[in-house]
């Protein structure tokens, strides 16, 4: 869960970082692409959990 959280956070601050004279362009882009990328990555844990989940909860076929 903290990887969710910090990875996209520390993207943003690492292309910030990257940036010496930041237009608005970049400004935007970071504005947008972080929370997008949390978005993303919150699905996608939010559906590991769920298939791991539901494997777990079927007895084994041997």
């Not at 997008?36 to 939010?46: E, N, P, Y």
Request: glycine share 6%; aromatic share 6%.
């Amino acid at each position: 869960m903290f990887g969710t959280v910090s990875r996209p956070t520390a993207a943003a601050i690492a292309a910030g970082a990257a940036f010496t004279h930041l237009d608005p362009s970049a400004i935007a882009g970071i504005i947008v692409g972080a929370p997008t990328a949390l978005a993303f990555s919150a699905a996608r844990t939010a559906a590991r959990a769920a298939t791991t989940s539901m494997s777990r909860s079927r007895p084994p076929l041997w």
